[in-house]
Nanobody
Framework: QVQLVESGGGLVQTGGSLRLSCAAS????????MGWFRQAPGKEREFVAA????????YYIDSVKARFIISRENAKNTVYLQMNSLKPEDTAVYYC?????????????????WGQGTQVTVSS
C-alpha cells in the first residue's frame, strides 16, 4: 500500500508556471506507475498525465502536451508535474494517483491509491 501527499499548488497568472510534487510513502515506490488527474468545479475528474515505473514511459492528454512534463525520482519517492504556459482552463484541484500494475493510462478506476489534492488557480 502507498500513501500520497501532493504539494506545490497555488495561484499563478496566465502564462506562468508551477511544479507540483507528490510524495509517496513505502519502500516500493519504484514499482508503482503514477498519474496526475485534475477536477475543476462542476466537472468530472480528468486525466492529465502518467508515468511508468522506470519513468521511460509517459502519457499526456492532448491539451497539456508541450506544456506539462511529468517526471519521477524513485530515490526520493516523488513524482512531479511541471506545468508551464498555464491557462485559466487549467484551474482545478490536482490529484496524484498510483497503481502497482505499471498501468500508466488515463483510466482513473485503475488507480487504487490517491492523494488529497492540491489547488491550482490560474488567473486571467
Amino acid at each position: 500500500q502507498v500513501q500520497l501527499v501532493e504539494s506545490g499548488g497555488g495561484l499563478v497568472q496566465t502564462g506562468g508556471s508551477l511544479r507540483l510534487s507528490c510524495a509517496a510513502s513505502g519502500r516500493t515506490f519504484s514499482r508503482y506507475a503514477m498519474g496526475w488527474f485534475r477536477q475543476a468545479p462542476g466537472k468530472e475528474r480528468e486525466f492529465v498525465a502518467a508515468i511508468s515505473w522506470s519513468g521511460k514511459g509517459t502519457y499526456y492528454i492532448d491539451s497539456v502536451k508541450a506544456r506539462f512534463i511529468i517526471s519521477r525520482e524513485n530515490a526520493k519517492n516523488t513524482v512531479y508535474l511541471q506545468m508551464n504556459s498555464l491557462k485559466p482552463e487549467d484551474t482545478a484541484v490536482y490529484y496524484c494517483a498510483a497503481n502497482s500494475g505499471n498501468y500508466y493510462g488515463q483510466g482513473h478506476g485503475l488507480y487504487p491509491y490517491w492523494g488529497q489534492g492540491t489547488q491550482v488557480t490560474v488567473s486571467s
